[in-house]
T-cell receptor
Framework: DGGITQSPKYLFRKEGQNVTLSCEQN?????MYWYRQDPGQGLRLIYY???????QKGDIAEGYSVSREKKESFPLTVTSAQKNPTAFYLC?????????????FGDGTRLSIL | AQSVTQLDSQVPVFEEAPVELRCNYS??????LFWYVQYPNQGLQLLLK??????LVKGINGFEAEFNKSQTSFHLRKPSVHISDTAEYFC???????????FGAGTRLFVKA
């Protein structure tokens, strides 16, 4: 079955450490997104990519970085510059950049500070 | 600028009772509207969407929503809820002027036996 796979499900970060969250999709979707979810705040957009080798900052990109070297993959790195990284991170994809396209989500990665 | 307001953060309801989860949006251009459901420790799943045409939209699991342009609302309804409907529900909007999806803060539905 097609879908989005996020790994790991749980991740712990030490002070000063960079960590990378994996996101892979086999839906053949062009667009991919990373969101951060905090209780009571809904989803906030970190980065998005409409096509391979191109990505744009979302609303809360500071302290995060991404790459899009393959259509299927859109990893997110949480850098040591992100001072409050504890959150639930969701990766999503959509068929195209047309704004009538719904997004498909992975099951998330929960990041905590050690 | 677009925004989405979900008027209730939590909605408790008894099993087999009807429920309405409220969503209002603001946008100066035409909109596309979505409802998603999130079960604990999972991602979001699409329940239904309004793109154009009939203002009453039917989705999965017996949910439906009505687009009301004059009131800028897109409320989600189910005539009889089950325990398994306990989850968080998100209203979302994109507009004709851009690609970005704006999500509401979510409404947590508790279905009690």
């Amino acid at each position: 079955d097609g879908g989005i796979t996020q790994s790991p499900k749980y991740l712990f970060r030490k002070e000063g450490q960079n960590v990378t969250l994996s996101c892979e999709q086999n839906l053949n979707h062009d667009a991919m997104y990373w969101y951060r979810q905090d209780p009571g705040q809904g989803l906030r957009l970190i980065y998005y990519s409409h096509i391979v080798n191109d990505f744009q900052k979302g609303d809360i990109a500071e302290g995060y970085s991404v790459s899009r070297e393959k259509k299927e993959s859109f990893p997110l790195t949480v850098t040591s510059a992100q001072k409050n990284p504890t959150a639930f991170y969701l990766c999503a994809s959509s068929k195209s950049t047309e704004n009538n396209q719904p997004q498909h989500f992975g099951d998330g990665t929960r990041l905590s500070i050690l | 600028a677009q925004s989405v307001t979900q008027l209730d953060s939590q909605v408790p309801v008894f099993e087999e009772a009807p429920v309405e989860l409220r969503c209002n949006y603001s946008s100066s251009v035409s909109v596309y509207l979505f409802w998603y459901v999130q079960y604990p420790n999972q991602g979001l799943q699409l329940l239904l969407k309004y793109l154009s045409g009939s203002t009453l939209v039917k989705g999965i699991n017996g949910f439906e929503a009505e687009f009301n342009k004059s009131q800028t609302s897109f409320h989600l309804r189910k005539p009889s809820v089950h325990i398994s409907d306990t989850a968080e529900y998100f209203c979302a909007v994109t507009s004709g002027g851009g690609f970005k999806t704006i999500f509401g803060a979510g409404t947590r539905l508790f279905v009690k036996a």
